[in-house]
């Protein structure tokens, strides 16, 4: 349309038309709202640059959304580490050994399908029982052969990548590594304290007598908690471990009652896999008065969309309006329901 006769009105029709085309399109109108945020870019004349980034990042998170979908229902466990880390060593081994006990926990794995690290947990999770999301670098080669081809993805972007791995991942496992590594470990935890992903299990795995975790937790403690740049409750956003046994006990203890988390408004609902009873929401109550805006913890109905959802509908929830600030404090809440 020229400009003398662009119409909103007729623009919004043929989102609208072209939705029809498609056919029944569950969640209308977040469709209509991506067909419409076209059209007002193209009315905003970005650069061709801005454009590029645009297009490659929509096809990115498109494609993975597809691959993904095709995989709900089993939890992910991404694993982090260097990829300088040569085959025959022992923390190679480590992470080998890793993907395959998380394989046959019954958990699926998700890496950068790089070399290293990322090739030995994937290697021992199996072509059937991982996931490759590599990122496209000059100065590095294909990604690892233990990969199927219908599930890697060539990423462009870092902050593509980094969204899918946390959108996807139900738990996340750190070796040892170099500046990616410490990137992805750095911005993990700054996103749950801030509560910008689900709470989720984080877990510094270092092979034994390792030194590597623990050196760095003592920066973290001295450098962050002794200068109060952080608070000592957010060290319960992570735990050590020295042996894969260790870190899928803490995977499996995270999600031993608690399933998922969601807001409601301004209320945040818990996802449990149990009922809780008189007792246990007396003692939650009573712990966790200082996360409780109106002191009031209680079972609810079953959201309508949960409802026709087979993976949360038969869950029982509870809720409470959270004051959306202490996310590590809201950690040691679900540890505690873990326990009940």
């Known amino acids: 349309m020229s400009e003398q006769t662009f119409s909103w009105e007729e623009a919004e029709a043929r989102a609208n038309h072209l939705l029809d085309l498609v056919g029944e399109v569950k969640n209308r109108e977040f469709h209509y709202e991506v067909l419409m945020s076209g059209v007002r870019l193209a009315k905003d004349d970005p650069d061709r ?169 003592q920066f973290v403690r001295k450098e962050l908690v002794g200068r109060e740049m952080i608070d000592d409750e957010d060290l319960k956003l992570l735990t050590l471990a020295k042996t894969p046994e260790e870190a899928l006990t803490e995977i499996r203890q995270f999600y031993r009652v608690y399933h998922s988390s969601r807001f409601v408004g301004d209320r945040l609902m818990l996802r449990l896999q149990k009922p809780l009873g008189a007792e246990d929401f007396a003692r939650l109550e009573r712990d966790f008065d200082d996360l409780i805006a109106d002191g009031t913890l209680e079972a609810c109905a079953i959201l309508e969309e949960d409802a026709a959802d087979p993976l949360v509908a038969g869950l029982s929830p509870i809720w409470f309006q959270f004051d959306k600030k202490r996310f590590s404090r809201l950690r040691e809440m679900i540890d505690t329901i873990n326990t009940l």
């Open 49 to 217: 640059l801005d454009l590029k980034i645009l297009n490659s990042a929509f096809k990115e998170l498109r494609y993975s959304f597809r691959l993904f979908q095709r995989h709900r229902g089993k939890r992910k466990v991404a694993c982090f580490g260097s990829a300088r880390t040569r085959p025959g060593t022992e923390l190679y081994e480590l992470a080998e050994r890793t993907g395959e006990e998380l394989v046959q926990a019954g958990y699926q794995v998700i890496t950068g399908a790089g070399p290293g690290v990322m090739e030995a947990a994937n290697k021992g999770a199996g072509l059937e029982g991982g996931f490759g999301l590599a990122i496209r670098l000059p100065f590095e080669p294909a990604p690892n052969r233990h990969v199927r081809a219908d599930r890697l993805i060539n990423f462009k972007y870092f902050f593509t990548r980094k969204l899918i791995f946390i959108k996807e991942s139900d738990a996340f496992i750190l070796f040892p590594g170099g500046f990616g590594t410490n990137d992805e470990c750095f911005e993990l935890l700054t996103l749950l304290q801030t509560g910008k992903c689900d709470p989720t299990p984080v877990v510094l795995l270092d092979e034994p007598g390792g030194t590597y975790w623990e050196s760095w937790m």
